[in-house]
């Protein structure tokens, strides 16, 4: 059975940069499509950036066009959130799920995700 876990989270001030990566294990990526979204203390969970292995499509949330890519590895076993000027409102638990929907874009921009991996942490300091 697929399960991913998240890594790449850290400390940064405001401007800076990370890499988040969500790596595969039981299965490869190969046909899923993989979200990103976070979570900060006292927000409602917020989506980031989705990636459809299946044709390549990608879609980021407004906050994060231009700064945010997301990429799959040769292998289709890790999915990579390259994360440039970040802010303080970038702050927070980055998690990603790996799942099939029927509508790419629908699921991503509705975060309906039935499971989720543990998370990495984002600060983002001023």
């Known amino acids: 059975q697929l399960q991913v876990v998240e890594s790449g989270g850290g400390v940064v001030h405001a401007g800076g940069s990370l890499r988040l990566s969500c790596a595969a294990s039981g299965a490869t990526l190969e046909d899923y499509a993989i979200g990103w979204f976070r979570q900060a203390p006292g927000k409602e969970r917020e989506g980031v950036s989705c990636?459809?292995?299946?044709?390549?499509?990608?879609f980021h949330v407004n906050s994060a066009k231009g700064r945010f890519t997301i990429s799959i590895d040769n292998e289709r076993t890790t999915v990579h959130l390259e994360m440039n000027n970040l802010q303080p409102d970038d702050t927070g638990i980055y998690h990603c799920t790996a799942e099939k929907p029927i509508l790419f874009r629908t699921w991503c921009q509705t975060l309906n995700f039935d499971s989720w991996g543990p998370g990495t942490q984002v600060t983002v300091s001023s």
């Open positions: 990636i459809d292995t299946t044709d390549g499509s990608t």
